[in-house]
């Protein structure tokens, strides 16, 4: 299965990196590698994440740092739509579609 991260998800991993990176940039690297090897292994098995309130989007909780990727899959491709650290409320609807 194809990987697409959808606009939203790019920003927020460039965002996630620039915070960590004032104060670790190995640590900010780090992260953002576990995001993306999270992300390959949800496009090999797309069922791992648990299903969401919003139709059609998954999240998958990116172990051992405090964030989800939430994500969907659209034909042959599974598409990252949103990164998010997983103390924040949930996201609305309008925030991943």
Same mark, same amino acid.
């Given at each position: 299965m194809k990987l *697409?991260? $959808?606009r939203r998800a790019r920003t927020d991993i460039d965002g996630i990196h620039e915070y960590i990176s004032h104060h670790d940039q190995r640590a900010a690297s780090a992260v953002v590698r576990r995001i993306q #090897? $999270? #992300?390959q /292994? /949800? %496009?090999k098995y797309p069922g791992l994440g648990r299903g969401t309130d919003m139709v059609g989007v998954r999240v998958f909780p990116i172990v051992p740092f405090p964030y989800l990727i939430y994500y969907r899959v659209t034909g042959d491709a599974l598409e990252v739509i949103h990164v998010r650290?997983? *103390? *924040?409320? %949930?996201p609305k609807p309008e925030e991943v579609v």
């Open positions: *697409r991260y $959808a #090897s $999270a #992300s /292994l /949800l %496009a650290h997983g *103390r *924040r409320d %949930a």
